[in-house]
């Protein structure tokens, strides 16, 4: 069987387009104006972020930093800025040794109940060390503090 001849590349590319204005501009009017004659209609730039933080206005009702300072102002007067910290007792410590012991005492029963054979103590002992740091892990990497 004789091998055929490749078919011709395909060239792809974008089509020319006409598009029809859905308002065209009628002869006497004024050609649209450019985009520097839109800046200049606009009016000066106007200031945002830093620059326009500097500009403040006497006495501005919505002025954050002056109502933030008012704020603050009546907490000291009433006593409301000092904050007590207690120390809270965790309880993660008293729930992993509980889990630690529960878990590791039902395993030496489980092994306690099939028997005392070689087989079964290293079964045990590998449960409770698989047991032991997968609730260590757990218990102080994985969860967060509570």
Known sequence: MPDEADPPRKNYGFKEREFKRDNPLASEAAP???AKELAIMAGPVAQHGKAAAGA????DPNDVYAV???NRALEQ???LDVVEIKRVKSRRKRDFWLLIAGGNL????LVALSGFNLISMIFGLAG???FSLSATWIMWQVMSKY
């Not at 039902?106 to 029963?109: D, F, V």
Request: aromatic share 0%; hydrophobic share 45%.
């Open 32 to 34: 649209m104006p450019t």
């Open 77 to 79: 007067k009433h006593g």
């Open 56 to 59: 403040k206005k006497a006495d």
């Open 68 to 70: 933030l300072q008012g």
């Open 106 to 109: 039902a395993i030496a029963g």
């Open 128 to 130: 409770v060390i698989v």
